[in-house]
T-cell receptor, first 115, second 113 residues
Framework: AQSVTQLGSHVSVSEGALVLLRCNYS??????LFWYVQYPNQGLQLLLK??????LVKGINGFEAEFKKSETSFHLTKPSAHMSDAAEYFC?????????????FGTGTRLQVTL | KAGVTQTPRYLIKTRGQQVTLSCSPI?????VSWYQQTPGQGLQFLFE???????NKGNFPGRFSGRQFSNSRSEMNVSTLELGDSALYLC????????????FGEGSRLTVL
């Protein structure tokens, strides 16, 4: 079984500051890991994914995440926050091929960006 | 290319009724998944269809069912509605079933009174 834990349900940063959203995973098989973003009253949008290729994954809108097997982590970062980054972010894990569409999501982290 | 379309966007039902939600995937996508999103339980996987066959199923009671048509459009049905079924139901499509790269619709928000 797979699971993810997102540390911090709310994160507040100033515009231009570093964004760090934490995610730790648990998986009995090599995991596929994802970060999705949800803006108010919208569905989810894929930011980036890790599928056992490069451990540093670059996504859209300047976000990136690093897969660290030793720490079972997949934290999301962005060097400089923009007001438009305010949204809810979800980390997700799947069991890989065959069940890759059966995502297990974390509880989400709401990112607030202040002036 | 049009995105994933879900209808209706909002609906209100009463306990005991049933509801059918519809999802049209991105053209060419053959996999459709459904998720339930609630404040208390978060995002939970309901089921996945590929080429009209259910491939995976989450831990939901039998009142929740779905199907996929030959054109890849999908419907989900909830019978004998309960207050706890109030949620945002999200449909997602993908080209294949083994990538996890899902494209989500905006959801159908169901309120059960």
């Amino acid at each position: 079984a797979q699971s993810v834990t997102q540390l911090g349900s709310h994160v507040s940063v100033s515009e231009g500051a570093l964004v760090l959203l934490r995610c730790n995973y648990s998986s009995s098989v090599p995991p596929y890991l994802f970060w999705y973003v949800q803006y108010p009253n919208q569905g989810l949008q894929l930011l980036l994914k890790y599928t056992s290729a490069a451990t540093l994954v670059k996504g859209i809108n300047g976000f990136e995440a690093e897969f660290k097997k030793s720490e079972t982590s997949f934290h999301l970062t962005k060097p400089s926050a923009h007001m438009s980054d305010a949204a809810e972010y979800f980390c997700a894990v799947s069991g890989g091929s065959g069940t890759a569409s059966k995502l297990t999501f974390g509880t989400g982290t709401r990112l607030q960006v202040t002036l | 290319k049009a995105g994933v379309t879900q209808t209706p966007r909002y609906l209100i039902k009463t306990r005991g009724q049933q509801v059918t939600l519809s999802c049209s995937p991105i053209s060419g996508h053959r996999s459709v998944s459904w998720y339930q999103q609630t404040p208390g339980q978060g995002l939970q996987f309901l089921f996945e269809y590929f080429s009209e066959t259910q491939r995976n199923k989450g831990n939901f009671p039998g009142r929740f069912s779905g199907r996929q048509f030959s054109n890849s459009r999908s419907e989900m049905n909830v019978s004998t509605l309960e207050l706890g079924d109030s949620a945002l139901y999200l449909c997602a499509s993908s080209f294949r079933t083994n990538t996890g790269e899902l494209f989500f619709g905006e959801g159908s928000r169901l309120t059960v009174l």
